[in-house]
């Protein structure tokens, strides 16, 4: 079953990009990469997702390999409000309603801390 | 538009105790979601709802939780003879169609069982 790995935290000085990386090495043909963001206190949120092609939006950027095993969130500037728990997820899109567990497996996430 | 809300968005109950968590989805979403997350960790599945119907029981933890949804919108959680190990943050969150689509999260329901 196709699951995630990634770094339980990373540090970044405001201002600065910063590259979050998550390994998916049982990625199927099928599976969208999604990334969500825990600020403190809150609910995730949407941030980004993509299949092959490198995704960018107001928010972030989201590089994908080839080969698609691993991916990376770019924050071009980070500031004291991205402050959170990332989490990248891999979601089946062959069906609406594929049910297998790994639909939802959040994990534990990076925790990044912006230093000012 | 309005989101996803929940209520209470604090319970204290005592061990022992049954607990009722409400979720209200995005108008119009079929897909219902339940998490649960322990302090510092990360979001565990409890239950998919799809219209009314549960295709994804597979997380509940034991038979003590059980969840409904009527009229394809609102669900409630319910947690009989609660433990002290089921406080947690108890999390919503709702769908447009299905799973592989946007989940927008609730703000929880923080459950602390004495």
């Known amino acids: 079953d196709a699951k995630t790995t990634q770094p339980n935290s990373m540090e970044s000085n405001e201002e600065e990009p910063v590259h979050l990386p998550c390994n998916h090495s049982?990625?199927?043909?099928?599976?969208?990469i999604h990334w969500y963001r825990q600020l403190p206190s809150q609910g995730p949120e949407y941030v980004i997702h993509?299949?092959?092609s490198n995704v960018n939006n107001r928010m972030a950027s989201l590089a994908i390999a080839e080969d698609r095993k691993s991916s990376t969130l770019i924050l071009h500037r980070a500031t004291l409000r991205d402050a959170a728990v990332y989490y990248c997820?891999?979601?089946?899109?062959?069906?609406?309603?594929?049910?297998?567990?790994?639909?939802?497996?959040f994990g534990t996430g990076t925790s990044l801390t912006v230093i000012p | 538009g309005a989101g996803v809300s929940q209520s209470p968005s604090n319970k204290v109950t005592e061990k022992g105790k049954d607990v009722e968590l409400r979720c209200d989805p995005i108008?119009?979403?079929?897909?219902l979601y339940w998490y649960r997350q322990s302090l510092g960790q990360g979001l565990e599945f409890l239950i998919y709802?799809?219209?009314?119907?549960?295709?994804?029981k597979s997380g509940l933890p034991s038979d003590r939780f059980s969840a409904e949804r009527t009229g394809g919108s609102v669900s409630t959680l319910t947690i009989q003879r609660t433990q002290q190990e089921d406080s947690a943050v108890y999390l919503c969150?709702?769908?447009?169609?299905?799973?592989?689509?946007?989940?927008?999260f609730g703000p929880g329901t923080r459950l602390l069982v004495l």
């Open positions: 969150a709702s769908s447009l169609y299905g799973t592989q689509e946007t989940q927008y």
């Open positions: 049982t990625i199927s043909g099928t599976d969208y």
């Open positions: 993509g299949l092959t």
């Open positions: 997820i891999l979601r089946d899109d062959s069906s609406p309603l594929i049910t297998t567990g790994n639909q939802f497996y």
């Open positions: 108008s119009g979403h079929t897909a």
């Open positions: 709802f799809q219209g009314n119907s549960a295709p994804d």
